[in-house]
């Protein structure tokens, strides 16, 4: 279980961070217009914000993990 939290972990840090990395490169660049750089800008908050929140939950996965957090296991109906 940890290592696919692990794998799981890493794709969700590897996704914004590319994502991050594109636009930076693309606001540097001199093709886009104010309209383009106000998306790419958008996206580099949307992102950025998506780590942020990433990051405020690893101290409860780190909880959890450590047997910290009591296990609510009970069967609850789907939809």
Not at 7 to 23: G, K, Q, Y
Not at 46 to 74: I, K, M, Q
Request: hydrophobic share 40%; proline share 6%; net charge positive.
């Amino acid at each position: 279980m940890k290592s696919a939290l692990l794998a799981s972990l890493c794709h969700d840090l590897r996704t914004p961070l590319t994502a991050i990395r594109v636009a930076a490169s693309n606001l540097q660049a001199s093709w886009p217009d104010e309209q383009q750089r106000r998306e790419q800008s958008d996206l580099l908050l949307t992102e950025v914000n998506r780590l942020t929140r990433l990051f405020h939950n690893l101290p409860r996965v780190a909880r959890t993990d450590a047997g910290a957090v009591p296990e609510d296991l009970r069967w609850v109906p789907a939809g």
